[in-house]
């Protein structure tokens, strides 16, 4: 069985809204839990919040880092954008999104359970409308979750604001640098921008069509994995800049250092 976990993260800046959707097996609710504990965390009051401040909270920083390790292990996610001022169908695009990541992706169990963050439909009954004007038969659509307790969408919330924070790098929002440090495959010394520190190791796990080109020698295009429908839905009511600013992100992905 899979799950699809689903939360957004919202820009007045940028003028978009992010959404990511990230697949994961059953066993990421109890691999999350055991993270938490072992750093001592309290489940049923502690979750992570992309928002907060976690800077002078060093545990906590080191939790976000196992967090991100669980995305590039377990699971695969595939990223949804829209325009800020269509924020009241955000729940809808992502459902839209999710039928096109199930349809070009062979490893999306056709059984797969659908769980949403609080917020993203007016209502249940209007969610479940929309779900069921869907091709996802064998699917189970979970709306309006709390993500205290569907651990998942903490994972989901983490991924949309990284993801955010590159497409706002490459819109010149964010110029931000900062050193590689310790374990990034690079010098420990060398600045690097903040968007890429953060999102370096997730966009090993965003869907892929993998490399559409024949090996050509050159090491740079030999790398470079088309995302496609695969990974990236773009909402029809985004701005031609947008989408633009949406392919030339999220487009394709260059392999590069793992670190």
């Known amino acids: 069985m899979g799950n699809f976990y689903v939360d957004d993260s919202v820009h007045d800046d940028g003028g978009f809204i ?3 959707c990230v697949y994961a097996p059953d066993e ?22 992309s928002s907060a401040n976690y800077s002078k909270q060093p545990e906590l920083t080191k939790f976000r880092s196992e967090l991100k390790d669980l995305v590039q292990k377990y699971c695969k996610y595939g990223i949804v954008i829209l325009p800020r001022d269509d924020r009241q169908n955000v729940g809808r695009e992502c459902l839209l999104a999710i039928e096109q990541f199930a349809n070009a992706n062979s490893k ?9 963050d609080q917020g993203m439909f007016p209502s249940r009954n209007a969610a479940n409308e929309i779900f ?37 790098s490459a819109m010149g929002l964010i110029t931000k640098m900062v050193k590689a440090g310790e374990n990034s495959g690079y010098d420990p010394e060398m600045e690097i921008e903040l968007s890429f520190e953060m999102f370096g190791t997730l966009r090993y796990s965003i869907f892929n069509e993998g490399n559409n080109n024949s090996q050509t020698g050159d090491q740079a295009v030999d790398a470079t994995l088309t995302v496609g429908q695969s990974g990236l839905f773009i909402s029809k009511t985004c701005s031609s800049d947008l989408v633009d600013w949406a392919n030339s992100t999220f487009g394709t992905i260059y392999l590069g250092c793992i670190h």
Do not use: W
């Not at 999350?32 to 979750?47: A, C, H, Q, V």
């Not at 999306?108 to 949403?116: A, R």
């Open 18 to 20: 992010l959404c990511t």
């Open 108 to 116: 999306v169990d056709p059984s797969v359970s659908i769980y949403i």
């Open 28 to 49: 990421i609710e109890q691999l999350i839990l055991d993270r938490m504990k072992s750093y001592g965390l309290n489940p049923e009051e502690f979750e992570y919040k």
């Open 132 to 168: 069921g004007n869907l091709k996802l038969k064998n699917a189970k659509l979970y709306a309006e979750q709390d993500s205290k307790k569907i651990r998942g969408i903490q994972l989901a919330d983490l991924v949309a604001h990284m993801a955010s924070i590159q497409l706002k």
